[in-house]
């Protein structure tokens, strides 16, 4: 046995309270040995029939492994990183929560870090994670271009690397994304029904892959309706939040009223919240003098007057799977997979959109 594997078991030993059982334990109720109960913890390989009978002694004898031994031995940190611009959205929330869900019977951690402060990009802490080896693996919330030279330290160090709903593209072991053209082109076939005939978009920052698909798709819809949006009626702000929002209203107040659009779409629901709120603040009547539409499904489109209508994306769902990816590699860091799922999106339709007047 190696030095490193003696300290183990001796750390194993000395976590002990009271009768609380150990690896040897485990191994002898399930008729194994102490290597295969250690393989089939760490996510190694071991028969069906061995796997069932570790799993049912851990379950019958209520094993807990130690988090320090188990360290020593695989080098790894029990881990994840969870990187993006800002943690302060109920967008974000609804990732986090996903990963959670799925890091719950890996009995891994989430260290989280975001890279906005005080409006200036910061990837410090992502950095000192990749560079002192704090973390297993990375996800990457809308993966941006600047995120670029994290993501190669990340390969350097063989680290797994997923994104969630990226910007812009990177080989990362696994991609999930929503499919944006066509939540582009469920909204312009909704308000090309409703009888709109100008309407306005005003998305995220340009270079966004996510405004640009989802303008891309609405323009699609609306020209099989042989509808044109004018240039004058795209729009695209520094963010998606709710301040871009509230910039894009301030523009749009100062248009006459006879040459404002009957609709306006935004980049996603912080934003078009932002915009709607400023908008009746003003006396403008939602839906009555335009309709309002977002992206996204956070919880705060149901609970506003009049509430959102929105294009839904499975945030969570999303995140679950590419959590779930990250952790099915970080046993094989060195084996490079590239998968990418691209799911589907729902268009909830809700009071702030109705026929123009």
Known sequence: MSGTARLAQKLESSAKSGDRPTIKVVAERAQVAISTVSRVLNGGVASTSARSRVQLAIQELGYAPSVAAQSLVTRRTGCVGLAASSSQSSWFSQILAGVEEALLPSRKSVLLASMMHGGQYDPTAVSAWIREGRVDGLVFVRFARRN?????????????????????????????????????????????????????????????????????????????????????????????????????????????????????????????????????????????????VGFDGIPEGELCWPGLTTVVQPMRRMAIRACQALLECIPNRHMHRETAIEYGVELLVRESTAAPR
């Open 148 to 292: 670029r030279p994290l993501f190669a330290a990340a390969v350097r160090a063989a680290l797994p690397v997923v994104l969630i709903a990226p910007d812009v593209g990177a080989p990362a072991n696994f991609i999930a994304r929503c499919d944006n053209v066509d939540a582009g082109k469920l909204v312009g076939r909704h308000l090309a029904d409703l009888g709109h005939r100008q309407i306005s978009f005003a998305g995220g920052p340009q270079d966004s892959l996510d405004t640009r698909n989802r303008l891309k798709g609405l323009v699609d819809a609306l020209g099989e309706r042989s509808i044109r949006v004018r240039a004058r009626h795209v729009w695209f702000g520094p963010s998606y939040t709710a301040e871009a929002g509230i910039r894009y209203a301030r523009r749009f107040l100062t248009e006459r009223e006879p040459n404002r659009p009957t609709a306006v779409v935004l980049g996603n629901d912080a934003m078009a919240l932002g915009f709607m709120r400023t908008l009746l603040k003003e006396g403008v009547d939602v839906p009555g003098h335009v309709s309002v």
